[in-house]
């Protein structure tokens, strides 16, 4: 018989004992040793039927295809924009990527997109030596004008947003705030200066009481505390909505 030695969403660390015996399956962030399933990283603990799995508390993004990304020009070559991406490597927008314009050689692509501008873009190829390939070609794939960028754990980017966007769309209809959250840690929001403050301290509260029960009704009475506001629903999961993207 299996036995687990610890809790849903205990906070563990790398080498700790999990779950004793075969019933259960390692999976992200655990492995197996002998009769034990052990802890591979600093994380919450993750139990989905018989599979085990930690979920990250630390660690910078990992660039993956189909991501979804917020990033900032930092250089403009002939051919194209190199942008930072919040991680290690940086990555390339071409102009056939950018734009369905034509543009001739040698034209001046800052008038595009200059340096210290903050663009939302796809991944659509990353190396094994870890170049990263962006398009704008997309819905809601765009320059961003106005508000501000905030970065936040990249390992909290799916509590922020919650199930289905339910956590994001609470914050957007409590402050009337335009808010992105790109899958690499990077969040923009625009609104009016004292709505912006509001949400940027409530995605920071999320961070913090992520891996704590409860989240939901306490993002709530704090959004309805900021915003004197005591009619903010509860918020429900939409049938259609993107997770890292929209208004």
Partial sequence: MGELIVNNKDIVVPGEELAQGLDYLPSFGTYREENFIISARLGMVNIDGRTIKITPLTGRYSPKRGDTIIAKVIDVTFSGWRLETNCAYAAMLSVKDATSDFIARGADLTKYFDIGDYLVAKITNVTSQKLIDLTMKGPGLRKLIGGRV???????VPRIIGKQGSMISMIKDATNCKIIVGQNGLAWINGDPQN?????????????????????????????????????????????HDDYRGE
Avoid: D
């Fill in 150 to 156: 905030i970065k936040v754990n990249t390992n909290k």
């Fill in 196 to 240: 912006e403050f509001i949400a940027v301290s409530t995605i920071k509260k999320i961070e913090e009481e992520s891996h704590i029960s409860g989240l939901t009704e306490r993002v709530k009475e704090y959004l309805q505390e900021q915003t004197k506001n005591m009619n903010i629903p509860k918020p429900t999961t939409h049938e259609e």
